[in-house]
């Protein structure tokens, strides 16, 4: 019985990834074919198999760009980031994509820490920072050994001290971990998909109009309140709009 339970999941597990390999060739002969809307289909058929990656996001930004639709493409190439932090090709597609925006916002300056800790952290992705953190835990591990039972002395100092720095670097990866993981988990940045909304001073219709935003552009969100979300903007302003006018990240 054990055997064919085994089996039958083995089959499936193929057959899913046969079937989603003709996805990924169907979406690619579209967008070769500058089919862009048929193969912004089939990238999407992908994510709803399951096959969720900084690639699929990629491409399926691109087909969108490529298609006219450059307030999907920059949710796409947004989610691809979060999941490829470092990739340069992404950065370059998606501030391409932002030159479409029509809203110009300057971001608020950061203290030189933070913005040094913010690219510390996204040069590389989540598995990489836990990759790191795990193999220096274990090379201290080792370190700790070679310091309890070796008799030289130097071996001893070395030991300590690159024990106490492989430590050091476990602690800073694996927190660079979390944070990448907050970022996946969270969602608490979204894009405006309406072509201009005006944001409210409450969540409420009869609320006073503040400003008004259009599609494409990247907010922050900080509250919630029924169909109403409190946003963010990169220079500080902030205010509530309805929660069908934007969509996370």
Known sequence: MKFFIQTILAI??????FAQQALVDKANQHYAAEEYQEAAES????????????????NLGNSYFKSGQATKA???YERAKLLAPSDEDIKFNL?????HVVDAIE????????????????????DHWARISVICFILALILTGIFAFSRSVASKRLSFWFGILLVVVAVFSFNFASHQKKRLTQHEFAIVVQPSITVKSSP????????????????QIKDSLGSWREIRLADGNQGWLPANSIERI
Request: charged fraction near 15%.
């Open 43 to 58: 990238y999407e058929e992908l994510l709803d198999s399951g096959l969720e990656s900084a690639e699929v996001y990629y």
């Open 107 to 126: 971001p608020l300056p950061q203290v030189f820490f933070i913005r040094w800790w913010n690219s510390l952290s996204n040069s590389f992705s989540i």
């Open 204 to 219: 409420s219709e009869t609320g006073t109009d503040i400003f008004v935003i259009h599609e494409g552009l990247k907010v």
């Open 74 to 76: 920059i949710i796409n």
């Open 12 to 17: 499936l597990i193929t057959t899913g990834a």
């Open 95 to 99: 501030e391409l994509a932002n030159q």
